[in-house]
Structures are given as C-alpha cells and as structure tokens.
C-alpha cells in the first residue's frame, strides 16, 4: 500500500526556516518523481516543487523560487523540502505527492495527509 | 492567482448532470499539456479523481467523465449525488512558468 507521510510543520517567526519531510513507503522510490503541494487555510491548491526521480532537475513555483529547495534521499525513501525567509502567505498545509506519468504531464497520487506551516511573529 | 480558471460554484440537485470547466491558454492546456482533476472531501486530503484528460483511476464511479478541447477541459458529473459535494481542482503543466498548476477550483454543492 503506497504511504507518504509529511513531518515537520510548526510555527515559525517570519524570515526563519523549516524543513519538512515526507516518508515514502510501498511503492519503488527511486523511480518517480514527487511534488510538494501547500494549501493556505481555506483557500485553493498552489503548486509549489516537483524534483525528478533522481533528484538531477528541479523545478519552483515563482512564489517560492530561491527560497525554497527540495531534495530527495533515495537510500532512505525521504523527499524533503527547506523552507527558508519564510512569509504569512508561506502558511498553509504542505502535502506531499508521488507524480506519475511522462515528464511535463505528472499527475499526482498519493497524497500525504499534510503538515501544518505557520508563520506569525 | 492561477492561470487556470474555473467557476467558484456549481450546484445541482440529487441526480442531475453538473459539469465544471477549466479555462487555461496557450502555454498549458493549449499546448497539449493533459489536464487531470482532483477531489477534495470536507476536511480531506486531495484525491485523484480524473488523469488523462478523461481517465479514471480505479475506483471512480463512471459518473465521473473528463475532456478537453482546445484551451479548456471538463469535468462532468451525472447522476449527482450528495458524497459528490466537494471541492473540484483542475491541474496541467505550464511551459511558460516551466512548472505545474493547479486550477482556482470549484465547490460542488447537491441540492
């Protein structure tokens, strides 16, 4: 049974950092790409990283870019996700997502259950 | 704000057909990027709900059916039942941004 859980939210004062992490079970790792995905308290569904099944390409939103970094340690199942100068509008729920098909046409699926970010002074 | 656009709000009542559509252009959704589609239940986790364009993965009921035309895609709801209330998100690749999208999304409501 494919499984991701995500760890690691909390509140954090503005500009701080956090990182968070996603534990993947269940299916084989090493062969897909995964997403991280941030939802803010009653809002919609903001795409924010994708990192390749080997880790060589990587890609941001333009609302995290150069603040954000995602990585993967394939010998331990773990996506992760470096959120530094963090911002109110970083607050959010942050899912992981396994991203299946080609390249450019991911769908995801599975989902975690999500970790909680906020930022507030 | 998103460059996929869909309606907030679509409403229906209890076996009716409802459809929800997902406006995007000529960078994602124009370009022949497929477009897939989610559900989120009440306090839930996102779920898959469509890939492919008109896909199902399995254990989707077939009153679910997908398309996509041009520089826009549909998701259709037939046979409208109350555990179908749910939000509705539409999600491509945009080559512009060189990253993916999520649409606005949509609130279905059973009347």
């Known amino acids: 049974q494919v499984h991701l859980v995500e760890s690691g939210g909390g509140v954090v004062q503005p500009g701080r950092s956090l990182k968070l992490s996603c534990a993947a079970s269940?299916?084989?790792?090493?062969?897909?790409?995964m997403h991280w995905v941030r939802q803010a308290p009653g809002k919609g569904l903001e795409w924010v990283t994708v990192?390749?099944?080997?880790?060589?390409?990587?890609y941001y939103a333009d609302s995290v870019k150069g603040r954000f970094t995602i990585s993967r340690d394939n010998s331990k199942n773990t996506l992760s996700l470096i959120l530094n100068s963090l911002r109110p509008e970083d607050s959010a729920v942050y899912y992981c997502?396994?991203?299946?098909?080609?390249?450019?046409?991911?769908?995801?699926?599975?989902w975690g259950q999500g970790t909680l970010v906020t930022v507030s002074s | 704000q998103s460059v996929l656009t869909q309606p907030p709000s679509v409403s229906g009542a209890p076996g009716q057909r409802v459809t929800i559509t997902c406006m995007g252009g000529?960078?994602?959704?124009?370009?022949?990027?497929?477009v897939h589609w989610y559900q989120q239940l009440p306090g839930t986790v996102p779920k898959l709900l469509m890939y492919g364009n008109y896909l199902r993965p399995s254990g989707v009921p077939d009153r679910f059916s997908g398309s996509k035309s041009g520089t826009s895609a549909s998701l259709a709801i037939t046979g409208l039942q109350a555990e179908d209330e749910a939000d509705y998100y539409c999600q491509s690749y945009d080559s512009g941004l060189s990253g993916y999208v999520f649409g606005t999304g949509t609130k279905v409501t059973v009347l």
């Open positions: 000529s960078s994602n959704i124009g370009a022949g990027y497929d």
């Open positions: 997502a396994r991203g299946s098909g080609s390249p450019f046409d991911n769908w995801l699926d599975p």
């Open positions: 990192i390749s099944y080997d880790g060589n390409y990587k």
């Open positions: 269940g299916f084989t790792f090493t062969t897909y790409g």
